[in-house]
């Protein structure tokens, strides 16, 4: 099972790098006089499993 220290594939690597991309262009840059919150939907981790890319044959944790 892949752990927080291990790096993750190539694909993952890609989609993290374009990800962290928009969300510099999309958020503001954090002020002394504003508060930045962020919320994620909790049924987005419904199907996580112990492997970083999951295949019609794995099961949920």
Same mark, same amino acid.
């Given at each position: ?5 291990? $790096?993750?594939?190539? #694909?993952?690597? %890609?989609? &993290? /790098? /374009?990800?962290?991309? #928009?969300?510099?262009? /999309?958020?503001?840059? @954090?002020?002394?006089? %504003? &508060?930045?919150? #962020?919320?994620? %939907?909790?049924r987005s981790f419904a199907s996580?499993? *112990? @492997?970083? $890319? #999951? $295949? *019609? ?5």
């Amino acid at each position: 099972m892949p752990t927080v220290n291990e $790096t993750p594939p190539p #694909a993952v690597q %890609n989609d &993290l /790098s /374009s990800l962290n991309t #928009a969300l510099d262009t /999309s958020i503001p840059t @954090k002020q002394d006089n %504003n &508060l930045l919150i #962020a919320t994620w %939907n909790i049924r987005s981790f419904a199907s996580l499993t *112990g @492997k970083w $890319t #999951a $295949t *019609g044959n794995d099961t949920v944790c």
